[in-house]
């Protein structure tokens, strides 16, 4: 089993930046991909962005630009550098972890909380 929690949530202002970190622990020796998902209040979760082992990357389209994912030195943390963050950008954050490049919501962490005022 991969235990994920996640941290650095909070509250911002529009225009301001958060970043946002998680930590895999357990069987981490099976994960490949790590990532982010975020769920606004009456609306599905969606993908935010996801990292592979090797590095390759993808976001949504809505955050492209502003938002930077990355892994850290051990591939068993992920963080997320959210730049100009906008009232929209307000959701739980999830991080999840995969098996694979394919599989990559195996895995959930419990959630952080990002509030963008305008």
């Known amino acids: 089993q991969v235990q994920l929690v996640e941290s650095g949530g909070g509250l911002v202002q529009a225009g301001g930046s958060l970043r946002l970190s998680c930590a895999a622990s357990g069987s981490t020796v099976s994960i490949n991909t790590m990532g982010w998902y975020r769920q606004a209040p009456g609306k599905q979760r969606e993908l935010v962005a996801t990292?592979?082992?090797?590095?390759?990357?993808n976001y949504a389209d809505s955050v492209k630009g502003r938002f930077t994912i990355s892994r850290g030195n051990t591939k068993n943390t992920v963080s997320l550098q959210m730049n100009s963050l906008k009232p929209e950008d307000t959701a739980v954050y999830y991080c999840p972890a995969g098996p694979t490049p394919i599989v990559t919501t195996a895995y959930w962490g419990q959630g952080t909380q990002v509030t963008v005022s305008s």
């Open positions: 990292i592979t082992l090797s590095g390759r990357t």
